[in-house]
């Protein structure tokens, strides 16, 4: 059994080739999709990302705003700008990037969102139904975690899938998506006793738990999928995942590596959201 490694990056890069042409023909009806990141305060890493989304726009032709405000911000300022946003019409996706400073409280803000605006997928409302199964923007990684492991060539439908992690952002939804997916899943957490025991029995393995190269051999099933969630920067400055990629490979099948393995679809999949949501703004299908 050897390991192979699933190329987010160039999934990633193929996915937004099919926007770009996609947006080629629906540009000659003056149609630009909009959206707006906002970033509060000056964590680098958030920094980085925010460059990242931006340059995105930038190569599709989507329209963007960034607003960068102070690390100072109020809640009713923040609640100001995204109430602004919600009615701004060339905007049709807003971001409030992770996490707030400690003044403003995240939940107030995302449930001020419109939904139809949500393009990270967090109001209650696209929560719920990701739950019950409806249409709505699905959040961005989990929605890339789904993709990597269809365009890797994988079968989801009746395999085990265990989920490491139960975050809101990434191991919940990613577990609900994977049942939508017809997997059986497990979802382990900090107080899940038997844990390596379990992940030992996933056909498809996924780490969400921020924690430097956690997993490694000896939690994976020999040939199971691994995908590797986590994005931790060492000391050294490198990044590193939630798995001990040379450990893994020695036993596991497909596994996406840090960086260029999930990251790359998180953003690839906040333009997609971008885009599904200007087209039902524009009544297009
Ligand atoms: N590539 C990308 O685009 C993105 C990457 N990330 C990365 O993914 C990772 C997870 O992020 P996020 O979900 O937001 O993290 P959170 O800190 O919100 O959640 C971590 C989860 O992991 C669980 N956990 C922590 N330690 C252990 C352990 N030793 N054993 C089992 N479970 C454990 C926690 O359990 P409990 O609930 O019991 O506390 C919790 O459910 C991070 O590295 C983050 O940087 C996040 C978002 C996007
Ligand atoms: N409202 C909100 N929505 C988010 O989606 C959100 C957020 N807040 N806060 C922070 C997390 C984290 N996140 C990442 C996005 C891209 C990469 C990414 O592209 N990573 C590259 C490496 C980038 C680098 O070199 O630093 C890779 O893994 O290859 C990683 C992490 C989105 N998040």
């Known amino acids: ?132 199964g409806d249409d709505s923007l699905l959040p961005c990684t989990p929605a890339g975690v789904i993709e990597l492991i269809k365009r890797a060539g994988v079968e989801i439908s009746g395999k085990h899938a265990v989920v490491i992690g139960r975050s809101n952002i990434v191991g919940k939804p990613v577990s609900l998506l994977l049942q939508r997916e017809n997997a059986t899943v497990t979802m382990c957490h900090s107080r899940t006793s038997n844990m390596k025991e379990l992940a030992k029995q996933a056909d498809i393995l996924v780490v969400a738990i921020g924690k430097a190269n956690f997993v490694d051999a000896s939690y994976i099933k020999p040939g199971a999928v691994v995908i590797d969630v986590g994005v931790n920067r060492l000391e050294n400055g490198k990044l590193a995942g939630d798995v001990d990629f040379e450990s893994a490979t020695q036993v596991c099948g497909p596994i996406t590596p840090v960086p260029g393995g999930v990251g790359p679809m998180t953003i690839t999949m906040l333009m997609q959201n971008t885009l599904v949501a200007a087209k039902r703004a524009h009544g297009l299908k």
């Open 1 to 132: 059994m050897t390991a192979t490694i699933i190329n987010g990056k160039q999934i990633a890069e193929d996915i937004r080739e099919g926007i770009r042409q996609e947006m080629e023909q629906l540009k000659t009806t003056g149609f630009q999709p909009g959206l707006a990141v906002v970033l509060v305060g000056e964590d680098p890493a958030s920094q980085v990302y925010v460059r990242h989304k931006e340059k995105a726009c930038h190569d599709l032709g989507y329209y963007s705003e960034v607003h960068r405000l102070p690390s100072t911000t109020s809640q009713e300022e923040l609640l100001a700008m995204v109430d602004q946003l919600n009615k701004q019409e060339n905007i049709n996706g807003i971001l409030v990037q992770l996490p707030l400073p400690k003044q403003i409280e995240e939940k107030a803000i995302i449930n001020a969102i419109a939904p139809e605006k949500d393009v990270d997928g967090f109001h209650p409302i696209s929560v719920g139904n990701l739950v019950i």
